[in-house]
């Protein structure tokens, strides 16, 4: 069975820039993964600006902005989970070493 070649796909670009001092790199990169299925982006980091080209393969405009504006709340998603867990590492770590404590696993000599 022959295969049907597929029509080329267009790809919708868009420039996004975020400021250094509000956006991690790691957070745009988290946000970009949990977005691989509907776009791919380039990160360049410059100065006090991370650049991100964003990728989206559709022929439909609209469909672009609103995935280019479903990532830009999921940075902002991600930026925040990110401060969480700066600001909850002491006391997870406390619980975790309470927890681990407690199993025994250590045996005093």
């Known amino acids: 069975m022959s295969r049907m070649p597929r029509a080329p796909i267009r790809v919708i670009t868009r420039d ?8 991690s790199a790691d957070a ?6 949990r977005f691989s299925d509907r776009l791919s982006c380039e990160l360049v980091v410059q100065n006090e ?3 991100c080209t964003v990728f989206v393969e559709t022929d439909d405009t609209e ?3 609103t995935v280019v504006s479903d990532f830009r709340k999921e ?10 867990r700066r600001e909850t590492e002491d006391v997870r770590n406390v619980i975790l070493a309470h927890a681990f404590s407690n199993t025994g696993l250590a045996l005093d000599e």
């Open 16 to 23: 996004l820039s975020f400021d250094t001092s509000a956006h």
């Open 28 to 33: 745009i990169q988290r946000a970009a993964y």
């Open 49 to 51: 600006t991370c650049r």
């Open 63 to 65: 469909i672009a902005e």
């Open 75 to 84: 940075v902002l998603d991600q930026v925040l989970r990110e401060r969480i």
